[in-house]
């Protein structure tokens, strides 16, 4: 499955601080920063060894109170390190002492963040496919936003933002439209908006209609996106690498493919000179680039991509982390239809496993990922180790979010064939 990515890789820490008490202003503070600053560039190897230090704050009492904000903002910005690396239960765990000190707080600055760290508890269930928990957190960071800020505030548009993608990964995509939208409205009331600001919003409405298939529109309004981002941004800055990636997906899918290849390389270029060479978001784009080129047969430059994309993540991203599986899973399945044995089979197996240590069994990814695999084996003529797989996996699947997801819909086309040439057989 070919990853979205609507501004980065997430968008977790708090932009809000609580104002620091003179006494507290010590090395491990500034240390703590320095370790937020190192994470939103991706360095996340540089940032462990300085959580390693000051983590252990968070059990002693005697250097920083119970209820002390700060120690709020030290388990946000440890759990959103540990989010970025798919430690999902020690994130959890950390989200969840941060907003139990936050709802202890008085005042509109302790509700404020409050509202952001239920936003990032949100977007780790999001991540975890807990769709149905995620939900209520939104709904609750976007009431708790309106009463503190107003609906005309830019933390309240990114909470609509992230909403709509919530409701985007469900395949709810008339209500994903609907949120986008009021984003879109809200965006263009917030006192001193930027063009970056406005073009974010408008940025995730194209994501929603690329997904609706209304490429016409979404076309347009990435191309505006794109304009604005380099007015006011300047051609090089990364938010123009996200749009032009975007956009080269969309004309894609319109059947222009050579001009996909060129907005997608030059995103490629821009990501390399702003992030470095081995920036995850340098693994995503050449993902991207090795679609691109996969609908266009050149298979051989798909594969170059596919790998290289594989190399970087593992570097950046460590060998067990979910986005990982989503390339391998990519790599796997254009060996699998260029008959290249055992690489896809090899592949696949290592995703499934991947999600599985992440997700668990029984997760809708680790699920497609394993139902993949039986469609490579039943391409070979393994119709037993096929139909082993698609009769544990397909039940839980159809029962899932991801039964409208078109790789299941395939998976069943494919396990009824399988069915169908075995009962002539028999």
Known sequence: ?????????????????????????????????????????????????????????????????????????????????????????????????????????????????????????????????RFSAAEPLYREELEILEQVTGKQSGNYV????????????????????????????????VPNATGEDLGAASHTLAVVLKSERKFEEAGVLMQQVLDTWKKTLGPEHVRVAVALGNLADIRCEQGRCDEAETLSRESLAIRRKVLGPEHPEIAINLNNLGFIQRRRKDFVAAEVSFQEAIRIAEVSLGRNHPELANLLVNLGTLEAERGRLPADENLLTRAAAINEKNFGPADARTLVTRVQLAQVFQARGQFTAAERIYRSALPLLTESPAAADPRVQQAIDNYQRLRSAKTKRG
């Open 1 to 129: 499955m070919k990853p979205v990515i609507v501004f980065a890789f997430l968008s977790l820490a708090l932009y809000a601080s609580p104002e620091i008490n003179p006494a507290l202003k010590s090395d491990w503070v500034a240390e703590m920063r320095h370790a937020v600053l190192l994470d939103h560039s991706a360095r996340y190897g540089e940032a462990q060894p300085i959580y390693d230090r000051i983590s252990p704050i968070l059990q002693d009492t005697s250097a920083l109170p119970a209820d002390d904000p700060l120690r709020a903002e030290l388990a946000n910005d440890l759990a959103a390190h540990d989010h970025q690396l798919a430690r999902y239960p020690e994130a959890e765990a950390l989200y969840q002492q941060a907003i139990g000190i936050w709802r202890r707080m008085p005042g509109a600055g302790a509700r404020r963040d409050l509202a952001l760290t239920l936003g990032n508890l949100a977007a780790l269930n999001r991540a975890m496919g």
């Open 158 to 189: 990114i909470a609509l933002n992230n909403f709509a993608e919530l409701r985007r990964c469900q395949g709810n995509l008339t209500s994903a439209e609907a949120l986008a939208r009021e984003a879109v409205a809200a965006a263009e009331h």
